[in-house]
């Protein structure tokens, strides 16, 4: 199971969002057929509408809080309002996917204006039904205290992708 973790190292999401963890569940994230692949790129265009995600583990009185954030915000070079989050859903039943759950922060499309910016999903297990409180705001979140706040423990399973602005050009 470490080396599920690799790429989360090497594309440093555990350092700048996470601390290592052992995954414990398998995640999928899927936008129409594309599944997110840890440091794959999507383009903007085919990330606008919210992801398929689905927990291949647990079971129905488990309950799941999943986490969208960019921890890039402005540009990765300077990356000073880390992070901004872009959705977070809680409630998700084991086994299920998450419009079974509760969109606590709705979706918001990732729009990256400078260089390659990681997208990162992380997934909690709950210790029990409507335990997590919504954050104060998107902007400058922080993945690691929003887990600490609600008592969510360590991940249990995370993936991420790159995207980067789309020129006219890209997008035909």
């Not at 969208?68 to 000073?80: E, H, K, Q």
Request: charged share 25%; proline share 8%.
């Amino acid at each position: 199971m470490a080396r599920t973790c690799e790429p989360l190292v090497v594309g440093r999401v555990i350092g700048d969002v996470l601390d290592n963890f052992i995954p414990a569940i398998k995640m999928t994230v899927t936008y129409n057929t594309k599944q997110v692949c840890n440091g794959h790129e999507l383009f903007p265009s085919a990330v606008n509408s919210r992801p398929r995600v689905e927990i291949l583990g647990g079971d129905l009185r488990s309950f799941f809080t999943l986490v969208m954030t960019d921890p890039d915000v402005p540009g990765p070079s300077d990356p000073y309002l880390r992070e901004h989050l872009h959705w977070i859903v809680t409630d998700i039943p084991g086994t299920t996917d998450a419009t079974f759950g509760r969109e606590m922060v709705s979706y918001e499309m990732p729009r990256p204006n400078i260089g390659i910016h990681r997208f990162v999903f992380v997934l909690y297990k709950q210790k029990r039904r409507q335990s997590v409180s919504p954050p104060v705001s998107r902007d400058q979140f922080n993945t690691r205290n929003f887990a600490a706040e609600n008592d969510l423990g360590e991940p249990v399973a995370a993936v991420f992708f790159n995207a980067q602005r789309e020129t006219a050009a890209r997008r035909r």
